[in-house]
């Protein structure tokens, strides 16, 4: 293999990133780096850190972070988060990466997070990408989140396999003293049954919907890339619920829109319920979603309905397959 080769090959496996290291290794000289950068063959994301060519690959600023961190760097925290898909967000930025507790400051663009040696349980790979594991990810980011975007990602955690409620329910003791820990241990507190799949304020909002006699919504439903706390496929009417401690933020307020208009393009209205309208307003509550799931019928009844993302099917949290007519 040519060395041109042993660089496309390992390029390949990383993204489209390489190292300066990397690159001294497989026989390229200080020299013929610096031609490279010069001409465009190589560009700088991080110091010591390059892309091969001019296509920067999803995923590319990760790796980079990671490999700027050194060899025991992990992604970590909000960005760990988004990379196991346990909250419908976007690519955090700045990214953020654990590294060992003698590792130099931050760079442009990285949070480094120092820590002490992770264990080998604390890690591993995922898409090609040193990651910390789903538990201690959690862990990490308990102190960062409000109680209901960590309600859903521990609920997505346990619903996809990605963790079980043992290793949950040990989570408090392992890390006694972390910031975050006091509110992971009331939401573990608050499970019910073998599965942590609702937040408080979504059990008083399936208990009132049930009390007003409207028809049973699939709960926890994948639509795209996206999750819906409730959802009615034959009406495409979807509810999501703002818990009793939910933090709007400019970012997470921006996402909420991002995603209703995603699901508006394709048939699915969104009628968004806080923790005041579910527990002060029932009556009121109730009626706005009766009165929002018949026109919706009526609509349905006098136009072909759009069909739900071009035939693709949601899935809730049982696993099963929900057609696009519904139950």
Request: charged share 25%; glycine share 10%; with cysteine.
């Amino acid at each position: 293999m040519t060395r041109e080769q042993s660089i496309a090959v390992l390029a390949a496996s990383q993204y489209g990133v390489v190292t300066r290291a990397q690159l001294l290794g497989l026989g390229v000289s200080a020299a013929a780096v610096g031609r490279r950068l010069k001409s465009g063959r190589l560009r700088a994301l991080y110091s010591g850190v390059y892309l091969v060519g001019p296509i920067e690959q999803d995923r590319a600023l990760e790796m980079a972070a990671v490999l700027a961190g050194g060899p025991s760097a992990r992604l970590s925290h909000v960005s760990a988060l988004h990379l196991w898909n346990l909250l419908p967000i976007e690519a955090p930025r700045p990214i953020h990466v654990s590294v060992p507790a003698n590792r130099g400051p931050s760079r442009s663009g990285i949070v480094f997070h120092r820590v002490d040696a992770l264990a080998d349980d604390e890690c591993t790979v995922l898409k090609n990408i040193p990651v910390t594991t789903p538990a201690r990810t959690l862990v990490d980011v308990a102190g960062m989140l409000g109680t209901r975007e960590l309600e859903l990602a521990l609920a997505t955690a346990e619903r996809e396999g990605l963790l079980g409620a043992e290793e949950l329910a040990r989570l408090p003791d392992r890390y006694p003293r972390r910031r975050g820990m006091a509110a992971l241990r009331r939401l573990l507190s608050q499970q019910t049954g073998s599965h942590f799949s609702e937040s408080e304020a979504e059990r008083r909002c399936r208990a009132l919907l049930r009390m007003a006699g409207l028809p049973d919504p699939y709960t926890n439903v994948s639509v795209g890339p996206y999750r819906l706390d409730f959802f009615w496929p034959d009406e495409g009417v979807a509810i999501e619920v703002d818990g009793r401690a939910y933090h709007s933020s400019s970012p997470r307020f921006e996402g909420d829109r991002k995603k209703d208009n995603w699901l508006r393009v394709r048939g699915i209205e969104v009628v968004r319920l806080t923790w005041r309208q579910i527990t002060r307003d029932g009556i009121a509550t109730a009626v706005l979603v009766g009165q929002t799931l018949a026109l919706a019928r009526a609509r349905r009844q006098t136009a072909a309905p759009p069909g739900l993302l071009g035939g693709a099917v949601p899935r809730g949290d049982s696993g099963s397959v929900y057609p696009n007519g519904g139950p």
